[in-house]
């Protein structure tokens, strides 16, 4: 890879209480844990910062500059997590350079995947960044898809019912 690899990521908004309610808020019900969780990418603390976000599976992230500003807005789901997502982006210099901070909000890794690719799109809609991050697309999704998505669904019974069972109250096992 070339040291000009890529253009470095255009400058967004700055990320401040607004533009985290809203990456909070849409991962719904599928989010784990509190307010969006601030961590540092500077040099010194970068590989502390990855190992810790080794474990945060599924979320959304927020990669700033030293100014605050927002440089990026992904996802992760498993295969490593926000961590190896992170490394990914770092391995070019002009992110490396310029990413100094990251915000996550932490997911249930066992999430559908499609549920979290729409809260990166409701996050990106909700924060008007499309247009704002150079040519970056997120998906786009209704108001109706999402809640499709994130809104938890019954779990599967894990055993089919007993046929010809009876009907006490140990479930149809005969005594």
Excluded: N
């Excluded at 209704?142 to 499709?148: D, G, M, V």
């Amino acid at each position: 890879m070339s040291r000009d690899c890529c253009a470095e990521p255009v400058a967004g908004p700055v990320v401040d209480a607004r533009v985290l309610r809203h990456a909070w808020t849409a991962l719904g019900p599928l989010r784990c844990g509190d307010w969006p969780t601030p961590y540092s990418l500077e040099p010194r603390h970068r590989e502390e910062t990855l190992a810790v976000l080794d474990e945060v599976l599924a979320g959304l992230y927020l990669a700033v500059d030293a100014d605050g500003r927002m440089r990026w807005l992904g996802k992760a789901h498993r295969d490593g997590g926000i961590g190896a997502r992170l490394r990914d982006h770092l391995r070019h210099p002009e992110r490396a350079r310029v990413f100094t901070g990251v915000f996550t909000v932490e997911a249930d890794p066992f999430s559908p995947p499609k549920a979290i690719e729409a809260a990166e799109g409701r996050t990106a809609d909700a924060i008007g960044l499309r247009g704002r991050l150079g040519p970056r697309t997120w998906p786009v999704v209704t108001q109706a898809q999402w809640l499709a998505a994130v809104t938890p669904r019954p779990g599967r019974r894990s055993c089919p019912p007993r046929l010809g069972g009876g009907s006490d109250s140990r479930g149809g096992v005969p005594a």
